[in-house]
């Protein structure tokens, strides 16, 4: 999966792609590759909700932050923002956790 989606259009931070792919019911695993060096960076799962609300992962081919929607490693539902920093990867900007009533 990771070598097949480095092979199509920069997606993201002006030359990085993203390949996401499923990993069982409301989850996704995705990896981001430097379309110059060929480093991937490896994101964790992220499980869904516990009602779908919006795309899990949103990002732009000319912006570095990349937002997860969601509940990464399936702990701690809420709202991330990172930014794509070259040769060292996502760095954490903000997280907003949703109440814990809705986890």
Known sequence: MIREGARSKVEFAGHYTVTVWGCGTACSEFAIVDSITGKVYDGPYVGDYPYQMMDRLQYHPNSRLFKINGCPK??????????????EGLHLLRKELLPSKNQ
Do not use: A, P, S
């Not at 701690?76 to 923002?81: A, I």
């Open 74 to 87: 399936e702990l701690d539902c809420g709202f991330y923002d990172y930014e794509m920093v070259d040769g």
